[in-house]
């Protein structure tokens, strides 16, 4: 993997601020302005993490999350400069680690940046690699999710909520104990975040099991795994 910070922006003042603030807290730092270039780019130099503009030439930051997601697992922070588009991000399962609203403070993506990669990078290290639960297979080194012997492909915050149910079934987890246990940093989640996480993580399970519902709603408090 390359230690480089892969920024697509299409906007140069700004993608060559962000580039110097990145080379400040000794990052590497690759730019790309039209996304066309991006997906080939990724391919071949496997950045260690990518700063995704949502409105790009060539092709939109949407298509492009996709269609990394299909070859990667690096980790993907999505830049908008509309605060009601978040929600929509969410909601579509794209996969991203995160989302900043324009305009930001350089060094919040930064901070962002750097919290990202440490949860990232951290995840590898539990000591309790294998956990199951029922129908609910989990390989945390490999990120990997099995329901009844089939692979579930869920996203970086999916996985998180899955594995802590699954360390503590039948416990009741309130949305602000997931939003803990899932980012470090609220700026930008809510308890609808949590909501539209829950819900896209509970269809993809549903899909699969033969047990019936597995994650169940508690009215009022929160979620937990039966």
């Known amino acids: 993997m390359s230690e480089e910070i892969l920024i697509v922006e299409d906007e140069p003042k700004l993608a060559e601020l962000l580039r110097d603030y990145l080379i400040q807290s000794q990052y590497k ?16 130099n ?10 790009l030439p060539g092709k939109d930051g949407l298509e492009l999350c996709k269609e990394i997601r299909a070859f990667s697992s690096v980790p993907i922070i999505m830049m ?27 060094r919040e993506v930064v901070a962002r940046v750097a919290t990202v990669l440490r949860r990232v990078e951290a995840e590898p290290e539990s000591e309790q690699s294998e956990l199951s639960y029922r129908s609910i297979s989990l390989d945390e080194s490999r990120f990997s999710c099995e329901v009844g012997g089939t ?13 802590a149910m699954v360390r503590r079934p039948g416990n009741v987890f ?8 899932v980012y470090t940093d609220r ?10 996480h829950i819900k896209n993580l509970r269809r993809k399970l549903n899909e699969i099991s033969t047990e019936g519902d597995l994650i169940h709603s508690i009215y009022g408090v929160g979620y937990k795994l039966d």
């Open 46 to 55: 496997s950045p260690r993490l990518i700063l995704l503009d949502l409105m």
């Open 80 to 106: 908008t400069a509309k605060v009601d588009e978040i929600d929509r991000l969410l909601g579509l399962q794209l996969g991203a680690d995160d989302y900043i609203c324009k305009p930001y403070s350089p």
């Open 29 to 44: 730092t690759h730019m790309i302005a039209n996304g066309l270039d991006v997906v080939s780019w990724v391919q071949i």
């Open 187 to 196: 700026r930008v989640v809510s308890d609808r975040t949590i909501d539209s």
């Open 174 to 181: 309130s949305r602000d104990q997931l939003m803990d246990l």
């Open 151 to 163: 692979k579930v492909e869920l996203t970086r915050v999916e996985f998180r909520l899955i594995l």
